[in-house]
């Protein structure tokens, strides 16, 4: 199999008001194979020019035609593009294999949940609706859901297909027009899926996609006066610049900003039943996932035996090209490749229980060695930053108490897991766990579309996922009429 591309769209363009367009600069970003670091191509650069001209577009569109478009054909015309994203799964997760480096069943995964996100929003847009409120005599109070008008979505490298479906997929359900950013890094099947929402027969403007870098396209986004909201997901530091500039313009945001999430795993955990979440939730996709699980906590009774069970599973760990479709692919970048790599240099006076190996990888790729280290003190640099690589630390506690203090200990709350046979145990701690979702006796690495998502302190706020997506895509209206 070749690296190469077969696209059936130009990358190099933007959509804009239902055309494709070259950027307004004139200017284009490089493209490259993280599996082998060879050039494949050039994407737009995209400007603030671009960013007004995808805002105004989508401004008509929620103001024109989508806008008038009922609930039940907006979820029809989801379904239309569920259709065309399944048709094209082969395709799309080949181009995002090619793009992101992810191994192709993980890429294909991903495809498979877009079409998901698209299927389950679909089906909700006409099922979303307000209320009636008792109130004073002489009056009928009731709430309309309406949509909050141009939404904008700065989605990451790591899943674009995935977050594309769960923040676009919402945002069209309830009616808005969306301008979409994606990552430099990975923005394929941003315009692929862009090219299919077209074929499904979305008017001109009801979604835009503009590539380009984070601080020109993403800033101008996320600044731009005429944007209702604004839906991102990538780093703290990133999103903490995202929030204050659409504090400037007073609009809501949902920020996904990642993790460093625990699997709590007791004496009396089932360990067969454990051990493939406790180890596909570190190294699926690399790593780079804002909901893997990089934590794993275990009673110090079984540490040893635990460690000895993972550190075998790191061992058959085979890490290759994409499309060799092995467990484990490249990071996405060079500068990822640093970054993990110092952390795994900062781990240097740590235990490595175990390290997968590197055969025949392309040497311009961007390989590091999945990586196992046992017996990590809570306070480890390792154990607190979010590494966002295939890097996972085992961290022993003496009883419940310690293993929710160190589970509560870090910045971040976005998942947790709880390994236990004991009933009380279960319900106890899944209360006393801060985080935003909290799975007991398995992992859900972000969990199916229905389950709200979202974190706590330096995860972000605001939910994604579920109905509760369809509510943060809506302002509510109260409507108060009088006649006595
Ligand atoms: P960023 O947060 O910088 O990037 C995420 C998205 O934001 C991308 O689309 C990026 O565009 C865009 N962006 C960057 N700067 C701005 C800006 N000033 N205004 C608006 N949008 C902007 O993450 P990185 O790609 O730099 O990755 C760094 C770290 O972030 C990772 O190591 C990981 O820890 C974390 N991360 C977390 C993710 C998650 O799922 N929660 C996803 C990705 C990263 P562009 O890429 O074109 O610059």
Not at 44 to 73: H, L, P, Y
Not at 152 to 173: C, E, F, K, T
Not at 312 to 332: F, N, Q, T
């Amino acid at each position: 199999m070749t690296d190469q591309l077969d696209l059936w769209f130009d990358p190099s363009q933007c959509l804009i008001d239902g055309n494709w367009v070259a950027p307004a600069g004139g200017e284009y970003l490089p493209l490259e194979n993280p599996s082998t670091g060879e050039r494949i191509g050039s994407i737009a650069r995209g400007t603030a020019d671009d960013i007004d001209a995808a805002v105004v577009s989508a401004r008509k569109a929620w103001q024109g035609e989508w806008g008038r478009t009922s609930a039940v054909e907006r979820g029809r015309a989801l379904f239309k593009l569920r259709e065309l994203v399944l048709e094209n799964v082969e395709h799309l997760a080949r181009i995002e294999a090619i793009d992101v480096g992810k191994p192709l069943k993980q890429a294909r995964a991903d495809a498979v949940a877009l079409a998901r996100y698209l299927e389950f929003y679909g089906g909700a847009a006409d099922k979303l609706h307000g209320d009636t409120i008792p109130y004073l005599d002489g009056y009928t109070v009731y709430t309309l859901r309406e949509p909050h008008g141009v939404t904008g979505h700065i989605v990451p490298w790591n899943y674009p297909m995935q977050i594309i479906g769960r923040s676009v997929g919402a945002a069209l359900a309830t009616g808005n027009a969306c301008v979409l950013k994606p990552a430099e890094d990975a923005c394929l099947t941003a315009l692929a899926f862009a090219d299919l929402a077209i074929r499904a027969g979305l008017p001109a403007g009801a979604l835009n996609v503009v590539p380009g870098l984070g601080a020109e396209a993403g800033a101008a986004l996320t600044g731009h006066p005429g944007i209702h909201h604004i839906s991102f997901t990538g780093s703290v530091a990133t999103g903490v610049y995202v929030q204050t500039a659409a504090a400037r313009n007073v609009v809501p945001v949902t920020l996904e900003l990642g993790g460093k999430s625990p699997q709590l795993v007791f004496e009396d955990a089932d360990l067969d039943a454990a051990l493939p979440f406790l180890v596909n939730a570190g190294i699926q996709n690399a790593g780079q996932t804002c909901s893997a699980s990089s934590r794993i906590l275990v009673h110090r009774s079984i540490h040893d035996e635990l460690v000895g069970r993972m550190g075998e599973r790191y061992a058959s760990l085979r890490v290759g090209p994409a499309l060799s479709d092995l467990d484990v692919g490249p990071l996405i970048s060079g500068r990822q490749q640093a970054i993990v790599s110092s952390y795994l240099d900062r781990g240097d006076d740590l235990e490595k229980a175990a390290q997968a190996s590197l055969e025949d990888v392309p040497e311009g790729g961007n390989y590091v060695r999945p990586t196992l280290f046992s017996g990590v003190s809570s306070a480890h640099t390792l154990a607190r930053d979010e590494i966002f690589g295939p890097v996972q630390v085992v961290i022993p506690f003496e009883d419940e108490d310690e293993a929710v203090a160190i589970a509560n200990g870090t910045d971040y709350g976005l998942v947790a897991s709880i390994w236990s046979r004991d009933g009380a145990r279960q319900m106890r701690l899944a209360r006393k766990i801060r985080s935003g979702q909290v799975f007991i006796n398995n992992y859900g690495a972000g969990g199916g579309v229905e389950l709200p998502f979202g974190g706590i302190g330096k995860s972000g706020h605001g939910r994604e996922k579920g109905f509760e997506a369809l509510y943060g895509f809506t302002t509510l209206k109260t409507v108060a009429a009088f006649h006595g």
